[in-house]
């Protein structure tokens, strides 16, 4: 039987979601204690890639399972699991639904700080910067819907069948005081990396070093960079994903430790 599971992971110590034979993998840790619960080989499906140090504070994957779970697979799972993996639901599935072809929207969100923070390092990035040029950063942000072609923001686009993304919603978020920024993103697909080029261009924006008017020129010409501006993995969350048939809320928002009076610029 097909079960998908409902997870969130801290990514710190992880070198990403996928299994690498040379890598520490969220994968891996969870295949590892569920093959020792079972006493046989199990290996799961997720529902995309994360890049090392990335979070998720909503993740799925799926398992074929064959013999009766008659025990309390949640409650032993979570026990053997590392404080880093939380696991929120099992859901039995009355077919072969796959965690990752048939997500139809996926939510990612960036948090960065501008001020050294202890209590941060691990959440959220950390670029000391003074005065972000807010409105132009925003200005950018709105075009982001406008365009489907994002070739000119992916590392190595011609490894992919195409380059089209469905962005449903792009936003910009800082709080009252503006040392706390939030970047926020739905499509139904990204590229490698697209998400923290995205964001390392709004950073240049920002910062008054690349102007609203050439980051649209590259939207609109799909002109590669020579140099891409890659903003830190730490601070990037797989927030939400959606299925047909499947919409659950995030169990617990790994970004509380933020801010509550977030500000949509």
Request: proline share 4%.
């Amino acid at each position: 039987m097909r079960y998908f599971f409902h997870i969130g992971y801290n990514g710190h110590t992880y070198n990403g979601w996928q299994r690498n034979p040379k890598a520490h993998s969220v994968q891996e840790t969870i295949e590892e204690k569920l093959s020792n619960i079972f006493k046989t080989q199990i290996d799961i499906n997720g529902c995309g890639r994360t890049d090392t140090s990335v979070h998720a504070s909503q993740y799925f994957f799926h398992v074929d399972i064959e013999r009766e779970i008659d025990f309390d697979l949640f409650f032993i799972l979570n026990r053997i699991l590392p404080h880093s993996i939380a696991v929120f639901n099992i859901i039995p599935m009355d077919g072969k639904q796959h965690a990752r072809f048939d997500a139809v929207q996926r939510k990612y969100d960036y948090y960065l700080h501008t001020y050294k923070n202890p209590f941060l390092g691990q959440l959220s990035s950390y670029y000391d910067v003074k005065n972000l040029n807010v409105q132009e950063m925003k200005k950018a942000v709105d075009l982001l819907p406008k365009y489907k072609d994002y070739r000119a923001f992916c590392t190595a686009p011609d490894k992919n069948e195409h380059t089209i993304c469905n962005v449903m919603e792009a936003k910009l978020y800082c709080s009252a005081d503006e040392q706390h920024f939030r970047f926020h993103i739905a499509s139904n697909r990204f590229l490698g990396k697209m998400i923290r080029i995205l964001m390392g261009n709004l950073l240049k924006i920002g910062k008054n070093e690349f102007t609203v008017e050439q980051f649209e020129h590259r939207l609109s010409s799909l002109e590669i960079p020579k140099i891409f501006e890659i903003a830190k993995p730490t601070g990037l969350y797989l927030s939400k994903v959606t299925y047909p048939y499947l919409n659950l809320e995030p169990r617990t928002e790994f970004n509380n430790f933020a801010k509550s009076d977030w500000i949509e610029i």
